[in-house]
């Protein structure tokens, strides 16, 4: 690969760029979905480009191709820079990015078996023996269990010296089933919404979760949830699950961490973020138990990484610690200008630029943001609830475009009553405003709790990118919160 | 752009070393270019050259797919078999549905040249006069402006070969002050016939209007819903409700109701893939001509859109050209909505009004009950109050929680529609304004 990233940089140089670097990304997916007793899709997917990226005359430019060729890879770093000198026409000042980063190094994630090595036939009758398992239950009129992997190897160079080779491997897994009645349809599934579960491992992350052993519960609870009352509407103390809550730290904690965002770079988009500037380092942003750590080196953690796609080292940073906000998501650039206003703020980018593929250019997205564990267990958590809703795994999300108010709704929950567990209620929903939610976090389960859950749908940017990220979390219990505004 | 031959040579090649009982070949290419601005100036910029090959094989009731982006000759044979390979090792699926007969597809010409060649100095112009005119008004611009050329080719081995070239130029722009935000957005197949300056000037106009917003209590409230909001409505009633195999899996408001009154009189929607007014292309990704199709007429659900699989699980039924790439779980929906308007002009809708809330567009919606097509989502970019047949004040943005059947139940519609491309791919509707009584908002956030 040395003899296109040399010449990409070279060209690059020559053209004006002042600074450059090259991503030369291949991707391979193999999808598997059985729906109802039939294999529905059975794909492999192979994508492989190359994008460059330039600084010329104090402006971004980027340009990318799928045909890796040296005269292609002249003509797409012209083109960067070309498309950089056109961004310059408009520009107000010039792009900053810090101190140098050179880095050769190589990363792999660590895995016991590939999941491409591993026979179809295997994998198909995991997913068979999960299906029947699940329409086994009387009522299910839909299930859907699925498996994907993907491999991810990435080459990076720079104008300052890097050249750094990764090799990125993901497994996933879940199954989702349906059960219809009269103008209701109630779902559950495992682990974990939006279709599946995914971490950073090999085909032993499949057989950890033991899709077929937890199908059958999956299908019980969506066909009891037909006959469930609804969720009341009140307000009262909230217990929420891990892959729940995960969800919860990605939107209202996660997105509002990121400085692109924060500096306005996703306001048309994505929106902004209540977490100004003047906040950082100063804002109490929940309980003095809330402690939440955003890093790239979680094992199985799916925003586990070796370096971004700035070159820049994988590692952790504290983001809320004994509840106050005390960092961000950075890039090279937008860490620079937080230096600008604030000295003391970390000199360089905590590495969290990724982008979607060959033909993105890098943004800032979450690495496993996870809130640190607390001390109790689920059980003694609800035994001291005298009153209140344990809502599991989500099923509808919404959030403003500056992450303050929010809604979510999940598939199942109970209601709670003097220290046990009470009926099941179906449709429940809550909302509340982020810094107020978090303050009222007084209780949150320990380590035998905690797992890093995968979020593979993380929308981002223009054209749209799409990340997978991680959260860990364990069950926690939150005061006074609106539940159940649906009638 | 690579060109209707050479795509067609493509498939040609794959089609000829094909050994499975059916082969279908589905090609996207695409030159795409976006100028993203935010806190007045360019900081992204970037541009795309790709193309991606899918091939489908179904030997029995068997099928596999493999898809890549290397277009070397090799490389297509060995495609070809990996998706042969992958549906051997499947099990027997009688559900299958055998791949579409060659149809007559028309010819749509949606493709510009000044649009596949704009550079990233026009672009950059348009945008530098944008951040100019909000600087001069003290505001900040963020946005983008994208100009590209999208080829579609589809061949099988029946016959089909369905060819489709078409370009676009959007811009969309944010212009925010300190505490309030105006958005404006628009497409043109031609860049010439794309209006920059006054995409900019409407959202400089609501960013300053919107200054020094105020809070309003949740509750029920007349609404005057501006089209992009629209959209985003009826976006969801395509996606939750006038798909074939919702409809079939009960997940629809459809479901044991077609033919029955769901919604107001007053509400009729089709899907048309061949009208210009939305991102127009003659067919489907199986090949199969899109025809128009009356999903709500008169409040009354008519029609379900179809491809071949869910057409082939309902007796009579033959796809409506409405598939996307196959197989897939989510089964057809449709991408080209056109909303009938009504008879009042959208100032008329407002000046009726004696109390009201005045909304732009909504931002993060989701379903929140599938089956009764409740939404959840908030407001954004430009949130007034009505009053006395004026917009009085504006205010700090609301969280809904509404059905859509239940709103358009109430609804009077403006006389006058326009497009509003949704943000994923191709999908756009066009649509009118609308005057909602007992729109519910469930909550409120602080700007």
């Known amino acids: ?487 | 752009m690579v060109g209707k031959a050479r795509l067609k040579e493509i498939a040609e090649l794959a089609l000829s070393a094909a050994r499975a009982d059916q082969t279908e070949v589905l090609i996207n290419a695409q030159d795409a270019a976006l100028t993203r601005f935010a806190a007045n100036a360019i900081h992204q910029n970037v541009s795309e050259t790709d193309i991606s090959v899918r091939i489908r094989s179904i030997t029995g009731n068997k099928v596999g797919v493999a898809s890549s982006n290397d277009i070397q000759e090799a490389s297509i044979l060995k495609l070809v078999q990996k998706a042969e390979t992958i549906a051997s090792f499947q099990q027997e699926n009688p559900g299958i549905a055998p791949l579409p007969e060659p149809q007559t597809v028309a010819e749509i010409d949606a493709y510009d040249a000044a649009t596949a060649e704009c550079s990233p100095a026009r672009r950059a112009e348009s945008v530098g006069a944008v951040l100019e005119a909000s600087r001069e008004q003290g505001l900040v611009a963020s946005g983008a402006f994208s100009t590209d050329v999208q080829e579609t080719l589809i061949a099988n081995s029946k016959g089909v070969l369905a060819y489709h070239c078409g370009t676009m130029a959007d811009m969309m722009t944010v212009v925010m002050s300190d505490d309030s935000s105006g958005y404006a957005a628009g497409s043109a197949q031609n860049v010439d016939d794309l209006d920059t300056a006054a995409i900019g000037r409407i959202a400089i106009d609501k960013a300053i209007r919107s200054r020094e917003p105020t809070a309003i209590d949740p509750g029920a409230y007349t609404v005057i819903l501006e089209e992009d909001a629209v959209s985003t409505m009826l976006f969801f009633l395509g996606y939750l409700g006038f798909g074939g195999l919702a409809v079939q899996e009960g997940r629809s408001f459809m479901s044991g109701h077609l033919g029955e009154k769901v919604t107001g009189d007053n509400i009729t929607i089709w899907d048309d893939g061949t009208d210009s007014r939305t991102v127009a292309i003659p067919f489907d990704f199986e090949g199969v001509p899109k025809q128009k199709t009356l999903l709500m007429e008169n409040g009354v659900a008519c029609n379900a859109v179809y491809d071949s699989f869910t057409a082939a699980r309902e007796a009579g039924k033959t796809s409506t050209g409405h598939a996307l790439p196959q197989p897939n779980t989510m089964g057809p929906i449709p991408i080209n909505l056109v909303m009938q308007p009504g008879e009042l002009s959208k100032e008329e809708l407002i000046s009726s009004t004696e109390r009201g809330i005045f909304v732009t567009r909504f931002h993060y919606v989701n379903p929140v009950h599938p089956v009764k097509a409740i939404l959840t989502g908030m407001t954004r970019d430009g949130t007034f109050l009505i009053e006395n047949g004026k917009i009085s004040r504006p205010l700090k943005n609301l969280r809904f929680t509404q059905s859509i059947l239940e709103a358009f139940a109430h609804a009077v519609l403006s006389n006058d529609q326009t497009t509003v491309k949704l943000g994923f791919g191709n999908l756009a509707a066009c649509v009118p304004a609308a005057k909602i009584e007992g729109f519910q908002f469930t909550g409120a956030t602080e700007f």
């Open chain 1, 1 to 487: 690969m040395r003899e296109y990233t040399e010449r990409a940089l070279d060209v690059a140089q020559g053209k004006g760029a002042t600074y450059a670097d090259i991503r030369i990304v291949r991707r391979e997916n193999q999808n598997i979905t059985v729906k109802n007793g039939v294999v529905q899709t059975l794909s492999l997917d192979d994508d492989f480009g190359f994008g460059i990226r330039v600084i010329a005359d104090g402006a971004w430019g980027f340009a990318s191709s799928n045909r890796l060729t040296q005269e292609e890879i002249e003509r797409i770093a012209a083109q960067a820079v070309t498309i950089a000198k056109a961004s310059a026409l408009v520009k107000q000042h010039d792009v900053e990015i810090g101190p140098p980063e050179a880095h050769v190094d190589i990363y792999k994630t660590p895995f016991e078996v590939d999941p491409f090595e591993v026979s179809l036939e295997d994998k198909l009758d995991e997913l068979a023996a999960a299906d029947k398992e699940a329409r086994g239950v009387a009522g299910i009129a839909i299930a859907e269990s699925s498996m994907g992997f993907l491999r991810e190897t990435k080459t990076f160079a720079s104008t300052e010296g890097s050249f750094i080779e990764q090799e990125l491997l993901e497994s996933g897994l879940g199954i989702v089933v349906r059960a219809v009645g009269e103008g209701e349809m109630q779902q559950r599934s495992y682990p974990n919404s939006f279709g599946r579960h995914q971490g950073t491992a090999g085909y032993e992350f499949i057989k950890q979760w033991d899709l077929p052993g937890n199908a059958r519960q999956a299908a019980e609870e969506a066909v009891a949830l037909l006959s469930a009352p609804q969720c009341p509407s009140k307000t009262t103390t909230l217990i929420l699950d891990g892959p729940q809550l995960a969800l919860q730290v990605h939107e209202s904690c996660g997105h509002p961490i990121e400085l692109d965002r924060v500096y306005g770079t996703e306001a048309a988009y994505a929106g902004t973020s209540f977490l100004t500037p003047e906040k950082f380092g100063t804002f109490r942003y929940g309980s003095d138990i809330v402690n939440i750590v955003a890093d790239a080196v979680t094992p199985t953690g799916l925003g586990s990484y070796g370096y971004d796609d700035e070159g820049v080292p994988g590692q952790s940073a504290d983001i809320v610690k004994n509840g106050m906000f005390v960092g961000y998501l950075t890039s090279r650039e937008s860490a620079s200008q937080l230096r600008k206003t604030h000295p003391d703020a970390p000199e360089r980018s905590n590495g969290t630029m990724r982008a979607d593929g060959w033909n993105r250019v890098p943004i800032i997205r979450m690495n496993n943001v996870s809130l640190q564990p607390g001390d109790c267990t689920l059980d003694e958590m609800i035994a001291d609830t005298k009153d209140g809703i344990y809502m599991l795994t989500n099923k509808s999300w919404s959030i403003d475009d500056k992450r303050l108010n929010f809604q979510f709704g999940t598939e199942l929950a109970y209601e709670v009553k003097d220290g046990k567990l009470g009926q099941m209620v179906k449709n429940a929903t809550y909302t509340g405003i982020t810094p107020q939610f978090w303050g009222g976090c007084d209780a949150i389960c320990n380590r035998d709790h905690w797992n890093v859950w995968g979020t593979p749908n993380c929308g981002k940017g223009q054209p749209g990118q799409t990340a997978h990220t991680g959260h860990g979390t364990a069950p926690a219990r939150f005061r006074n919160v609106q539940v159940g505004l649906m009638q």
